[in-house]
């Protein structure tokens, strides 16, 4: 069976940084690429950062320079330091494949997801 579950999201002010972590089980985790995608109110659901098994890593021009994407595959976690936050960052965060591979039980690829809130 399938779960992805995020975590580390909260309230922070503009300017500031959280971790975030998204563990994996039912999967080769190590085998996989991992990325992280967020969904903002009245929004698409997007992708900004991918990390490969080997840790080659990818962002999109939004994040870059700002978030780190990394992973602990002895862990079966992979990571996203978030520096510098902005209120636009604010959304739901979630993992999965890239693209999006990894279904849960109930077939969906998207769990609860970690909520981020960057207030101005």
């Known amino acids: 069976q399938v779960q992805l579950v995020e975590s580390g999201g909260g309230l922070v002010q503009a300017g500031g940084s959280l971790r975030l972590s998204c563990t994996a089980s039912?999967?080769?985790?190590?085998?996989?690429?991992m990325g992280w995608y967020r969904q903002a109110p009245g929004k698409q659901r997007e992708f900004f950062a991918r990390?490969?098994?080997?840790?080659?890593?990818y962002y999109v021009d939004s994040v870059k320079g700002r978030f780190t994407i990394s992973r602990d595959n002895a862990k079966n976690t992979v990571y996203l330091q978030m520096n510098s936050l902005k209120p636009e960052d604010t959304a739901v965060y979630y993992c999965n494949g890239v693209p999006p591979r990894f279904r849960d039980s109930d077939g969906d690829y998207w769990g609860q997801g970690t909520q981020v809130t960057v207030s101005s």
């Open positions: 990390i490969t098994g080997g840790g080659l890593t």
């Open positions: 039912g999967i080769i985790f190590r085998s996989n690429a």
